[in-house]
Each structure stands twice: as C-alpha cells, then as structure tokens.
C-alpha cells in the first residue's frame, strides 16, 4: 500500500508539472484553450513514466506545435525504455531536432523533461536522461550552464523529504551529465559547487553507495592540471588531509598524485599528510587499516577495491613497491586471516602481474602471498568453499596474452608451476594459459619441464604443506613424513603429464618437430637407458640427477600411450600429403604427418633406431631373442604394406598396419603377450592380402582345415579389446570395419560367444589383467581423464578415511558372527572361567592374572576373525572386480558388433545376430543388476532396436533359407507370448517384425511345389505379395494365434501397440487380422481387452492401405460388421464406474464417431438406426458417469446423426427454503462465515431489529445488497481465499440438513440438487454464457452476491456499507442474528 500511494503521489506530481509546461508553452504560442487543453492532454500522457500516451483531440486549425508534438513527445519515452539502442536512437533523434529546429518552447520543455527525468524510479531511464541532457548540452553551447544547474538543484531538492531518494539519484545524474557534455570544466563555479554537492551527497550512501564517489574520481580523472589547481585543490584540500582514514579520501588524494603530480608536489605531500610520501614506515599501518575496510566493502562484489590497485601504482611511481609489498600486504592483509583480506591481495597478486619489472615479479611470485593461495587452492576442494583459482587463472591469461617479453611470460608460468604442495604442484596439469605463450616461451618452457623431470630441483620450488598434513605428520611422527623421493616422484608424474597435456591441447600452437620431440622424450625415459653417451641420440645426453624409479617409468610410460592417442587423432599440421587422400572423407588428415606417415610409424621407426645402438643406450627391461625376432618381423611387414599402400593407397592396408604398429609397440610395455599376438596379426594379413589381391584356391583348400584368417583376426581383436587401452580400443573397432566383408560364421560366433550368458556362467569367458596394471590405471592411465589435484594433495587425508573405512566394514563383518565363531567364544570364557558350564555368568571372581589371561585370549580370537572376516571381503571383492572386468569387456565387445551392423547391413550373417542378441536383453532383464550391468544391457538394446531391427537396409539374398526364416519368425513370436514381462515380449515381436521385412522384400528363386492342402490355403488369400518369399498364410496363421491369444487371455504380454505396429509396418497382414479383431469388440475377455480391440480396429480402418486393398463391397461390409459390433458392444455395457469401464466406452465411442463419419462422408448403405437408439439411450441414462468426454463423445455422434446438442439455460434457485434446505451439506462454508464456537447467543434467540426500531423488508436488503455487490463482481480476484470444510452438525449460520422435498415438490436427483446448489451459490449453469471470472470475481472478500432472500444456503460474505445503516460488521451481526432464530 505504501508503494502504491508513493507511485501515485510521483504520478500526480509528474502530471502536475506537465500541466505547468502545457501553460507555459500555450502561453508562448498564443494558443486557444482548446488546443492547450490538448497540448496538456499531449504532454500529460508522454510525463507519466507507467502509462501509455493517449491519442491527442484532433484541433480544428493546427498549429505548427501540435502537429509535432506527438513525435516530439515520444522522444522522451525512447530515452526511458530499458533497451540501450532504442535510448541512445531517441537520444540522437532528439539531439538533431533541437539543433535543426531550435523553438523556445520545445527547448525548455525538453530541458524541463530531461531534468525531471534524472530522478526517475526506473533504473533504466536515469542514465538515459543523464545521457540525452548530456548530448543536448553539448550540442546546444548557448544554453546557459549556470540555469540548467539551478534548475537541477531546484527540482531535485535534497531538503525535500518525501522524495529523498529520487532527488539524491537526481542531483548525481545531473552532475555527470553536466561532467559528460564537457562544459563543467569552463565553469570554474559551477564545478566547484557540484564538486561540493557530491562531497555531501556521502551520508546518502544507504540510496547511493559509492555512486558520488565514483563520480567525484570519474572528475578527477579527467579535468585538466589548471582547472584542479584554481578550483578544486581548495575545495578537496580537507579530503587529503584526512585520506588516511577512509578509502574513499584516499582514493581521491592517489588519483590526484596520479594526475596532478606537479601540483601535488612532495612539499605539498607533506603539508597535507605530514610525510612526502605515501607509502613510508609511519603510514603502513594506517595504509593496512584502509584497505581492510575497502576490502570488507567490495565483499560481497568480488572485486579488486580501486583504492588498492591506486595504492600499489603510487607505490611503484615513489620507489616503495618492495615496502609496500612486503609490509602492506603480507603483514598486513595476510595477517588479518579472513576471506576478504586474504581474497585482496590474491587480487594484488593478479593485476600487479602486467606493471613489474622481472626482479619485482621474482619477489613477488617467491613470497608469502603464493605461499597462501597454494594453501587456499588445496582448502577450497569442498564444493561449499569459494574457489579463487579460476579468478587467478584470468589474471594470468590476460597477463600472458598481453605480455611481449618472452622473460616475464617464462618467470610466470616457471613460478606457478614450481608452487607445489609437497612435490606436486597446485596448478592443474591441463592449464589453458599455455596457450598465449609466444613460440620461442613455449620452446623454453617445454625444456624447463624436461629438465626438472630428469633433474629435479625441489630447493627453487616453493614448497609447502597444509595444517591438516602437518598434523598428520606430528601425529604419525617420522612414519608419515613425505620423503624426498616421494616428493620427487610426484613432481615427475605431474610434470610428464603436462608435457603430454601441451600436445594434447588443440589451442596451443605447435609443429611436428616440437610434438615429436616429446614424443621420443616420453618414450625414451619410460624403457631406455643411457649407457654412453651419442651426439646421434640427443635424449641420451640429458643427464638424470636423481635415478629414474620403476613407478616414474610406468608413469612415464602410461603417459606415452596416452600421447599415442592424442597422435593418432592429431589433425594434420602442414600441407595433407598426396597418401592421405585414400582414407575417408574427413579423416584424411588424422594420425597423418606432412610426409604422408604415420605418426606411430615414425615412433616405431625411432624405436628400432634405438634398438640398434645398443652400445649408447639398452631397455630397461631387455628383449629376448624370440620378442627381438617377433621385432623385426614386424618391421619387415610394416615396409611390405608401406610398398602396397604406395601403389595402391588402399585405406585397408593402412589399417592394418597401424594395428600391426600399435601391437609392436606395445611390446616394450607387455612383451609377453605381444609376441603371439605379433606372429597371428602377420599370418592373417598375409593370407587376407594374398586372398584379395590373387584370390588363391589354396588359402581357400587350407581353410577347411586350419582356421580361416578372418578368424584369427576376430580372436586377435578380441585379445586387444581386453587391454584397458582407449587407442587399442579405436583401432580394433576401425581394423574390424575393414575386416567386415570377409567375415564368416565362425568369426561371428567368436563374437557371440563372448555375449553369449550360458558360457559367462560356465566361467569360459575370462578377462585377464596384468598384474600391477590397476596400480598404473588409476594412477596416470590413458583411458581415465586428468587425475584430481585433490588426490595427490592430501593422500594423509584420504589413507585415514580409507582406514576407517575399513574398520567400519570389519566391524560389520564382526556382526554377521557364525556359529562355529560363537562356539569358540564360549569355550575361551568358560575356559578363563568367566561363564559356567550352563552359559551363565560364573559367580566366581578372576584375579588380575586371570583376567588378563583371558584379555588375550579373546584379543587373540578375535584378530583370527577379522582376519577371516577380511580374506571373504577381499574374495568378494576379487569376484565383484571379475565381473566388472567381463562386463567392461562385453561393452567393447559390442563395439564390433554395432560396427558390423553399422557397415553391412545387407549381409546375411546379420540374422545369426537376433537371438543372440534377445538372449542377452532377456538374461539382463530378468535380474537386479549393478550400474555398468545396466549400462550394458541399455546398449544392447539402442544396438538391436536402431541398428538391427529399424535400419534403413537389410539383406536380400536369404531366398534359399526362407524355411529357417520362417521357424524363426515362428520362434520369435512364441518366445513374446512365453514372456512374463511386456518389454522383453516387445523386443522379441519386434525383431519378428524384422524377420517379416526380410522375407518380403526377398524374391524366391523358384516357387516349391506345395501339397493340395497348401495350396487351397494359398488360393483363398490373395497373393498381394507377388513372388516374394514370405508364406503369407503361414505367417497371418502365426499373428491370428498371437492376436487371439492378447484379447482372450487375462494375462498376456502383447500390447495393442505391437499390433498396431504390425498394421503399418505391413498392412497385408492387417488385411488378414481384421476380421479377427471385429468379434472381440464383445467377446473380449475384459473390458480392458476390448477396449483395445476397438483401438486396433480404428487404426487399421484409418489406414489408407487397407481401403485401397479391399474392393467396394468388401469394404462396405467391413464397415457395416463394424458398425453393428460396436453397437452391440455399447448396448451390453453397463455403468461406466470404474477407469476400465469408462476406457472400454470411451474407444468404442471413438470407433463408432469414425465408423458414421466414414458412412455419411462415403455415402455407404449401412443402417444407422441402431446406433441412433442406443446413443440416445447412453444420453438419457447415467451410464456415462460424471466424467465429461463421454458425454462429449457421445453428443458428437449425434451431431453426426443429425440431432443437435441442446443448450442449457440458467436455472435460478428455488424460491421455495425447503427445496434450498434439502442438501445443505453439499455446499462448503465460504470466506466471511463464522463458526459455530464464534457465534453470539442473542444470535439464536430472536431477529434484532434494525437501527431505529423498523424492520427493513428483506426484499429492499437484498436489493441493496445486489446494488452495491453488481458493481464489484467485475475486479479480478488476485488471490483465491481457502476454503475451509463445515463443521459436523448444523451447517453454516446455524442451519441443519433440512428434510426431504415436501409433498408436491418434485424430488431432485443428487446431480440435479449439486447443480440447483451450485447455481444457487452464483455459479454459471452448465452451456451458459455467464463467464467464469464472474464467478470467480463473486467469491471477493466484500462482495455478496444476490440470492432470494428465504433461503438459508445463500453465500455469505461481508454486507456492502448501506446509508444510515451502520458500517459493514454491525451489518453482518444484524443480518446473522436476523437468521439466527428459528425457520
């Protein structure tokens, strides 16, 4: 309400001072009363700010005025409107106006407009104002400065109470538009005057904040020294001498020292302050105090407070950067210990980046401010905490990118990479920032980190630990203090990953030579050693300060393969080479180098250059003769398929060489299995590009008895596909598409067997690991993304909770105590004596000897059952990671599988995939399976559902196995109906369905002789489907059983939904299956079921197909046989009680809606009579329940017969109380009505008698009260009003449940009195016009509705106030104490 009357008396006010500029301006134009009463209505409607201008009278001679002033007005509504462009359009559209076509009259109405419109409420209309008189003024020189400040300090008045806030925003807007015109300056007067009013503007600071402040500096920034000399240093003289003591003064004495140095010369300084510097020993502590109140200010902003960052360049402008840095921030900021000190100099930290010199950058990334926000990066793990790192990340990008001194951008980034938390840095491995470093930075700083690797140097790291590992360390003593080799093993591990993590980063710019460069150097490190040294070899010149352990080269290692991915999908850095145009589109430029290679063949190729200088540099782990032959025959392959791809430039041939690459490789990471798996790879290749290129009779002789390479090949792939390897992964999936034309039964058996449950139960699918290999994974493995800071950080941490963890599983193993353990326990205690030979507690006290005898007895059992309790967790534990591994496994199994599907669709090997794959959804369905179980089964079935049973293609050459088609189809269809569960049921149909489409779009090859009975089958269904292989009667014998069997049995897993499936997918067979739909209409086992049958009737009659297949009479006696089962269905049913019943009706009604549209449309001779009677019957009846779309539907099939849907009028209530009183109970108690409890007695004792001593007629009150409420109703309701439930016993106002309807009174239904009930309350009959606000509008706090005046069951509410009546209360009590007595 306050708010309301504020906005009024704002709207009066603006109103007013239109009416004043409408006279002035008539008074100056001469105009007639008429024509300023419509320049006042003009300007009126354009001064409010919320309400939209109202067209202007059309005056009988226009004046020049008038006829402008509409688009004169609507300038000044532009420059409100929230939408930046549309102000600064009306701004300039208003500005060329005024100085094209100067008038008196519409300058000062504009001055008048834009003055006012500095205090508007709208955020978004200050500044536009500002802005419009700033340009106005600019623009228009002859306007006198002086009139337009006193017309701002006289219309927006801060002596002026009522209207504070609007003034103060008034008065600073006014003072900035003056500063933005440029014309301030030159008047020194008013200058000093608005300078003197923004000082005082600071107690305002609750409406302002800081916004006069900002202006004051925004002024100081830009006067000239002359102008700052002779008009404001007198004025802000007392400012800077107290700038001490707030941010704000001390702010604008470091602005001026910044702008004004020759006049705020040392001398002066020290006049001022007392000393000639700022920054000095004396004001440090002063200096700490105001930038920790400027600090708690900008809190809740996050922000850099601006006297800070002025400080710390009037620090670096006098020499004291280092006093500053050192007693300012460290010990002053950072010994407050709370979040916005601490945030503050972090902030210092960032912006001081850009202004310091390198020696300064040394001190100040070296000191105690990155000491803390190392600290404060590790704290702030906990979601709950803020987070300053990605702030300080923006900094340091912003630096880098703006920085040209390749020293600065290598001192930065070598400083934050070396603050580390005991060896590991905090800074994450994968930092974007890299990618601003110039070419020859990167150059350099991709050495740094190769040497510390090689020779790390913790003592020029700036190392630290957290409280919470300095009291795991304390409390651990010397067992849990972070040695140096493990403080040099995790720097190593960070450092080889952020080698890796430049490559892998697509923003930084980088060439061949520097990629390969860590390549070699990450593989080097990781299996070789350096012997002697070679000018040929550069990495065995770098020497290694502390010796590489065996977990740095798994690491190192681990992070090569990772690299290996990286390189094998590297877009191409240079020109694409004349080889890379084989390969698909897309990929030409993948894994490829300029010269055409690939870029592990060109690491293969550096690994055997390494092998062969075996005098400078041996493996760490030596080849055997038999891996060192596996070796080179590996490279004798690469070079044949390199010749071949050279004359032929197949994209086969370089897929399997880089797959015959990526296995040697990997035979310095695990030589043991890279061995066979070498010698298999190159048999099969061989003998696949010996079969394609001469297609040889006897590879094909010897098939029959070895196996087939294609075989060897998908038992070689599936061995890779077990290694946790993401590139193993991706190249085994490309190696298998090229592999997919030649494959065979048995290759895909080997495929299926590893899905296949049946054997996962039998054990003969097993997935191994090398042994550490989970160490390495979840260390720096290549398939897991960029391991958490917060991992590495605080290990203390994290081996304490893994302890408790398991002291809590140990203990609730303690729990589930066997009985062989609890035999044990007894005999120890009554062994010690401390039970009887009954169980019971013995009387008999132990002394110390025996009672600690006893104590280790029983400590000793009980360490034997934890250990038990742990060998079980630990074997359930292996059994639960077995099948974590096998179910892993399967995932990238189906890899292939959806390769297969994916690049040959047509291939007949793709039906021996069906029911495999069904066997699989159906076992993983029938159990509770964990989250990656899950996984595999939701892919498996997105693989069988997209790629299987609704692709686009599907082979066409199965025409001499349709028998087996067609037992699959027939086992398919069966196995649905088996299910218990609808899903698995509808997987099964569809892939039916799938089978279905097979067979009819094959053509059979010559037609079988059928046996007479066959073929008397085969000659009453028409043959629609030409020469194709589908057996149609075979097929609609196997849906009919199906179709038959989902609508008489109770329980059944079809759903109409498959059947309906089945009608569009093949309407032949809907052809077939409607005849037997029609008798289910009826006849269907529950209403359910035949509610169904009327859905598939629908949609099968809806279907353009089957109209087109049936000739005319076979049409028109499907219709009619429909038209009378659905009668009939509608004539036999019941009341519509319950959800079934009302589903079974509602879809017959539909049908029956289809069935006489299509017969009035198709003008078809099929009797509508019987429908007509028992439509009429459901609507004269109550079988159609209370819901609606029944009743809906069943009109709308009469409007189709021609009978038209009556409309209901208005029932008025019944004048007569007991017809009002029979159902009272129906009605709830409305807002207004008092409760039993609250009531008077004199209520019940007799009518009152108005004022005066006269009874007032009942029918003038009502008619009273009807007057007052009608004007009312029409105000829309904000807020609903609950509705509480009467109370048990008498109903509202004392009333009880009347009697029955007296004799001659017509009993009403129980509908029928809800309806006279409803009605009678002032709701809207049923059909009636009466809008439903109105209503709504009616049940108003204050508002009565009009109602007879006898009866009892009207809506109470408060009485409207009636003349000479007394105020609504007293009426209220007159008219219930009125009602009170006795009927």
Known sequence: MVGTRSLRRTRGSRAAAAEQAAEQAAAELKLEPAEAAAAEDERGAAGAEERAPSPAAAPAPPTPLLQQSRDFLDLFWGIAKPAQDERLAATAALVERLRTRPQGAELQYALKRLIEGLGATREAARPGFSLALSQVLQALEDVPLRSVWEQIREKHDLERKKRLRNAAFGTVFGVLALFQSGRLAKDHEVLVEAVQLLRSLARYRNHLQDLPHRTLVDILREVSEPVFKAALLSVLQADFSSALSSPDQLQLLLVG??????????????????????????????????????????KKEKVLPPVALDLMRIALQEGTFELFWKGVVEDGLLQEHSGPSSYTAFRLLGSALPLLSLEQLHMVLHGEVMLRYGDHVLSAQLPSRFKFAPEMEKYVGSFLEGCTDPEKQLAVLVAFSSLTNQGYPVVPSLWSVVRHLRPEVLHRYSSWLQDMFLRPDLSCCLDFSTSRQKKNAVEAESGRVVTSEKSVCRLRKWLIQRLTSIVENPQVTKDEAFIMGIARFCFFHSFFETKKLSKDIPESEQQISVPLDSESRDISGNAFFSLLQTLNSLPLLGEAPKAALSLPKGKAGHGVMADGQLWIQHLVQYADFLLSHSKNVQLVKPFSA????????????????????????????????????LVGIHLFKAPGECVSLLDDLQSCIEKALDKKAKKAKKVAAAGAEEPQWVEVMVEILLALLSQPSRLMRQVCRGVFTRVCPHLNRKALQLILDVLDPDQEEDGTVVVMEEPGQKKRLEEAGEDESEEDLDGDEDEGRSDDSEASEDEDQASASDEEVDGGFRQQLMNVLQAGKALDADGESSEEELDDDAMMALDARLSSLF????????????????VQKEKNLRCDFKIKVLDLVEGFLTKQPENPLVLELVEPLLAVIERSMSRNSAKQEQDFLRKTADIFTNQLCRAKQYCHSVADRAEDLHAMLERLVQQAGRQVDSAVALYHFSASLYLLRVLKGNTAKAPAPLSPKKQRKVSVLPQAEGSSCLDLARVTHLYTEALTSFLSKRNSPFTAAMFVDLFTRHPMICQQLVPVILPFITTGVRPYHQAQAC?????????????????????RELIGDSVRQTTESLRIVGKAVNKKARLKMFKALELLVFLIRTVKEEKLPTGLEAPLAVLQTLQQSDCLGTTGRLSDLTWQALKLLGIQRPKEDKVRAPQSKDVALEEPGRRKRKKGFLPETKKRKRRQEGPAAPEGGKERPAATATTATTTEGAGKRKRKRRRKPKQRQPPPGPQVNGTTEGPRSPLGTPALKPSQTKAVVNRASGSPAPGSEEPRKDFQGRKRKGVLDAAPPATSLEKKAKLPPTVGSGGPKAQLRKKLGTRGGPH
């Open 257 to 298: 020292l910044q702008r004004f140095p020759g006049v705020l010369q040392p001398k002066k300084l020290k006049k001022l302050l007392g000393s000639a510097a700022v920054v000095t020993e004396e004001t440090v502590p002063r200096l700490v105090e105001v930038l920790n109140a400027a600090a708690k200010t900008v």
């Open 626 to 661: 038999e891996e060192k032959a596996a070796w080179d025959r590996m490279l004798q392959s690469t070079e044949l398929l390199q010749q071949r791809v050279k004359n032929r430039h197949e994209a086969e041939i370089m897929a399997f060489q880089q797959l015959l690459l």
């Open 863 to 878: 360490a034997e059952q934890k250990l038990r309790a742990q060998a079980k967790r630990r074997e359930k534990d292996a």
């Open 1095 to 1115: 859905l598939m009737l629908l949609k099968a009659l809806q279907m353009r197909e089957l109209k087109q297949a049936l000739e005319g009479p076979a049409w």
